[in-house]
Structure formats: structure tokens, C-alpha cells
């Protein structure tokens, strides 16, 4: 399978028409593969909650759009900011693994390259942070 601009533009169109805004492309076989892989298309309003993963890193390469990751603590307090843009020679970020984060969609069209180690776990109240 190729990762083109055909398949940006119909995962693109999917999260478009998504009630979330954002729309998953899974590149693993499966929930329980050892490596979640997966183009994450992300349109600008789609809210993603402050949250962490506690068992493993991520990391996000932007293909395209633009998208700002931000960094928080264990008070709630914003620690740092990244502005990710291909465009300006910034590529991606890796968020170490317990770290709390989140991002905002900055640009429509905006596509990412995610990778986490699996299981797919899903996140529990006591890895998200309500602001």
C-alpha cells in the first residue's frame, strides 16, 4: 500500500465528515499488534483531551497541516509548547511515555504518522485531565 496523496485526501475527507472531526487509518492489523501505526487525519475544532499514556511513548510526523502539542504537568500546568510544520522544517514530536499532552489542529487537511507501542489500551479517567 502506498501512503500518497490519494489516500491523505480520502481519510481527510472521512475525518471532514466525522462528528469528531478527526479520523483514524490503521496501518496495524490488528488492537493487539505490538506497534499501533496509523495516519491520523485531524481537521482544526476537533478537541482531543489533555491525557497521558503511561505505559508507552508516542511520537507524531506530520505529513501535512500543521499542528501545535502541548505539554502539561501534574497540577494542569502548561510546561511547553510545540509548533509542528513540515513547512518549517519541523517535523514531528515524540512525547515520552506518562507525559501529558494534547494538541490543536492548526491547519485543515492536517494529516499525522502516529506510533505507540500496543496493545491499543484505552485511556481510563486517571489519564485524562479535564481543563
Known amino acids: 500500500m502506498l501512503i500518497d496523496d490519494h489516500l491523505l485526501d480520502e481519510v481527510t475527507e472521512r475525518a471532514k465528515g466525522s462528528e469528531r472531526l478527526r479520523m483514524n487509518f490503521n496501518l496495524h492489523d490488528s488492537l493487539e499488534a505490538k506497534a499501533q501505526r496509523l495516519l491520523n487525519a485531524l481537521e482544526p475544532g476537533t478537541l482531543l483531551p489533555v491525557h497521558r499514556h503511561r505505559h508507552t511513548a508516542e511520537t507524531y510526523i506530520v505529513l501535512r497541516g500543521s499542528i501545535r502539542v502541548l505539554f502539561y504537568d501534574d497540577d494542569r500546568t ?34 499525522i504518522f502516529e506510533v505507540k507501542d500496543g496493545p491499543y489500551m484505552p485511556l481510563g479517567p486517571e489519564d485524562i485531565i479535564l481543563l
Not at 86 to 104: M, N, R, S
Open 78 to 111: 502548561l510546561t511547553d509548547a510545540f509548533t509542528v510544520h513540515p513547512e518549517e522544517k519541523v517535523y514531528g514530536v515524540h512525547i515520552p511515555a506518562g507525559q501529558w499532552h494534547t494538541l490543536e489542529v492548526l491547519e485543515s487537511g492536517t494529516v
